[in-house]
C-alpha cells in the first residue's frame, strides 16, 4: 500500500537514506480528539538512524474542519472534546465562562473528566457558538468550507449521552478538491466515511 513519492533527508542525522511514503489511513490524537486521516499523511523513515517523522498536511485546516464535524455529530461531548472546540475558536476560558454566564471553575470542570458535565441545553448554545466562529463567511471566512454546519440542526439535536464503556467518536478526513468563491482550485479537508480502520 505505501507509495514512495520522493527522497529527502533525514532531520535527525542528515542521511539521504530515507524513505517518505503517504501512509493510505493513520489516527491522529488531536489534543484529545482522535481522527482518521485517509491516504495524505506522509510519514519519512530513515534507514540509518530509524528516525520516523509524521507530516500532517493543514494542520490548522484539520482542526476547523473536525471541530465543525464534532459539534454536528450527536454523541455528548467529553471534557477533552469541549477543551479541544474552546481552542478551535480561541476563546480563553474565562470569556467563556462570561457567554454561558457561569463561573470560571465550572469551566474547569467540563473540561475534566470528573463528574460534572455539561448540560445538553448548555452544550447546543457551545457548540453553535463554535459552529459561528469557523463557518462565518462574512467576518472570518469559512475555516471548513467542505464539512456542513446548520444551527438549526443542532437545536433540534437530539445529544446522546457517552456510555460509560463508550468512546468519543472518531471523526475521518481525506484532502478532496475544492473550488472556493474567487480562488483558485485548492487542497482541503473533508469528511469521509470509506477506508475504516
Ligand atoms: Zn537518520
Request: proline fraction near 8%; hydrophobic fraction near 10%; include cysteine.
Given at each position: 500500500m505505501d507509495r514512495e513519492t520522493k527522497l529527502d533527508i533525514c532531520?535527525?542525522?542528515?542521511?539521504?537514506?530515507v524513505k517518505t511514503y503517504t501512509l493510505p489511513y493513520y489516527v491522529e490524537n488531536l489534543h484529545g480528539i482522535r481522527i482518521g486521516i485517509n491516504d495524505c499523511v506522509i510519514k519519512t523513515a530513515c534507514y540509518l538512524c530509524k528516525e520516523e517523522v509524521i507530516s500532517i498536511p493543514d494542520i490548522n485546516g484539520l482542526v476547523s474542519a473536525a471541530a465543525v464535524a464534532r459539534i454536528m455529530h450527536t454523541t455528548k461531548l467529553n471534557g477533552s472534546e469541549i477543551k479541544f472546540l474552546r481552542k478551535a475558536i480561541k476563546l480563553p476560558s474565562k470569556d467563556f465562562a462570561k457567554i454561558m454566564g457561569i463561573r470560571p471553575e465550572t469551566v474547569s470542570r467540563w473540561e475534566g473528566s470528573g463528574e460534572q458535565q455539561i448540560g445538553y441545553s448548555e452544550e447546543k448554545i457551545f457548540r453553535i457558538l463554535v459552529g459561528n466562529k469557523l463557518k462565518n463567511e462574512l467576518q472570518e471566512?469559512?475555516?471548513?468550507?467542505a464539512v456542513e454546519y446548520d444551527y438549526m440542526t443542532i437545536i433540534k439535536m437530539v445529544i446522546n449521552p457517552i456510555r460509560p464503556s463508550g468512546n468519543a467518536p472518531l471523526l475521518k478526513f481525506a484532502r478532496v478538491k475544492m473550488k472556493l468563491k474567487n480562488q483558485k482550485i485548492q487542497d482541503i479537508w473533508d469528511e469521509s466515511e470509506f477506508k475504516a480502520a
Open positions: 532531520t535527525k542525522c542528515n542521511s539521504t537514506h471566512g469559512d475555516k471548513a468550507p
